[in-house]
């Protein structure tokens, strides 16, 4: 999947789900949902270590930074512009920082 990697999309939802989609131009209805998985964000990477306060509170190891997380809820769906059509398979991300719909296709 991934030849067209990134394209910008705009996506209905219904009940939490992709519907429908808009790629250059053109609307798409979603025939099949696939699969959906969740790729995390990539850690920050510092060559310098974190300043620590001595007055900052003891955190847990295992608790998640303030403000961290994010990364792409992706679907792989079929859809097709008209119903005629067979429906071809492509991948919308939801970037949950920036709160975009990008599009792979195969």
Known sequence: MRANLGEPVEVWLRDGTPARFVWRGRRYTVMFVLDRHFVPAAPSVS????????????V??????????????CWRVEATPERTLPP?????CHDLVA??????RD
């Open 88 to 92: 071809a398979r492509y991948e919308l």
């Open 99 to 104: 709160d975009r719909w990008l599009l792979s």
């Open 60 to 73: 847990s190891p295992d608790a998640e930074p303030a403000g961290a997380g994010g990364g792409n809820d």
């Open 47 to 58: 060559s310098d270590p974190p300043l620590i306060s001595p007055d900052a509170p003891l």
